[in-house]
């Protein structure tokens, strides 16, 4: 009776868990933003476990109105992007040494929502795309920036700074380094 008590109690915990990841990240911004996480010091780390040598950015992601489109510039090897439940399960990550390139450009959706449907790139766009099918409607997209040197904290923050996570359907800005389209000039003023 004791036995199955205990595995009772440790399977609904992360359920009934008052202060989740979710519910920690959710007070420091709104969903589908960037939230960059303040360097873990003793006794101030927002999340248990955080590393005083890595940077940290998230994204509460919300597929309710669709899919959600991530983009970040990798500096090195060493970074993670890892995607879980509001629970914490992990189902899908993006290792830096396991990209081809430095741009990484990812589409959060369910396996109801069609990515070709909701983007406005064109079929040559959708080549370098990274689809996520998530199992949630909600969850955490994090980030992890390792240092490579007591030097690199604000290479590592203002690369995670420039991160976008948002609609997907939104104008969302170019990849670093990717080529923009020039600005449209102003339409002339018409003469009533």
């Known amino acids: 009776m004791a036995g199955l008590i205990h595995v009772i109690a440790v399977l609904t915990l992360p359920v ?4 989740d990841a979710h519910a920690r990240l959710a007070a420091l911004g709104p969903a589908n933003t960037i939230i960059q996480l303040p360097a873990a010091t003793p006794g101030q780390q927002v999340m248990p476990n955080m590393a005083p040598d890595v940077r940290y950015a998230a994204c509460l992601f ?15 090897e060493l970074w993670l992007i890892a995607f879980y439940t509001p629970i914490g399960e992990n ?20 396996e109801d929502q069609a990515v070709t449907d909701a983007t406005g790139d064109s079929p040559e ?11 949630v409607k909600s969850g955490i997209a994090l980030i992890r920036a390792p240092l490579a040197g007591p030097s690199r904290g604000g290479e590592a ?28 000039p102003a339409p002339a003023p018409s003469n009533p």
């Open 157 to 184: 923050e203002r690369a995670l700074k420039a991160t976008y996570c948002g609609r997907q359907t939104a104008a969302a800005p170019p990849a670093a380094g990717a080529p923009q389209a020039p600005p449209r």
């Open 125 to 135: 766009a959708l080549e370098n795309l990274v689809v996520v099918n998530s199992p």
């Open 62 to 76: 919300d597929l309710s109105d669709g899919p959600v489109r991530l983009r970040a510039n990798i500096p090195d």
């Open 16 to 19: 009934l868990a008052p202060r």
């Open 91 to 110: 189902f899908y990550t993006v290792i830096g040494a396991d990209m081809k390139r430095g741009n990484v450009d990812l589409i959060v959706t369910t």
